[in-house]
């Protein structure tokens, strides 16, 4: 999760820099209580992970586009492995994405639009977390070289905020070849 997220800010970042939430509202739906993910009297928000899919894809939609036409190749020639890799991608981001609308929006609220993390207002279960009094450790941070939404050195401002920290207990790694999720799953993760 990025700190700094004034930096470089890409297209949709600027987006989410608006500060209004009535603009994502419109992108969750309302589910009957029967089908509710937490229990209550109202119809619950939800967000459903094909507008994150459609999102990831708008970023950079040309190797999706790309994978696409492979794919179509790869079933022709019935080439059964590399068919396989193009579908569970996909299964494997849409199998997280479905969320509450209250997480959602305050996920979006807090991370881009106020900057809860920069600002020390983040916290946890009612209690702020200080960042600053953080001693002890190191401190790594990853980033994917072609990631569109975070671009590269906006994890690296994170160590700022670990001010007990020492500079040479604080390391950022940028993964060449990889965006936003290849650098923690896929095939470049795997190898």
Known sequence: MP???KKELSSPKRELAKPHTEYFKGWTIRLPNDHQIEPGPVLQGFYQ???QLTSFIGLNPKPHF?????????SI?????ATAKFPSFYDEYFAVLHVTEKFYIGSLRKVFMEH???RGLMGYRGKKV???SVEGVRV????????HLCPPDQEEAEHGIFSKIPANDKHNHIQE??????FFSGSKFAA
Request: overall charge negative; glycine content about 12%.
């Open 3 to 5: 700190s700094s997220t």
């Open 130 to 132: 200080d960042f600053a």
């Open 116 to 118: 809860y993390i920069p």
């Open 140 to 147: 790594l941070t990853v980033e994917g070289a072609n990631d």
């Open 49 to 51: 992970g094909f507008y």
């Open 177 to 182: 070849g990889v965006g936003q999720y290849g």
């Open 66 to 74: 790309r994978q696409q036409a492979q794919f179509a190749k790869n």
């Open 77 to 81: 020639n019935d080439e059964e492995e």
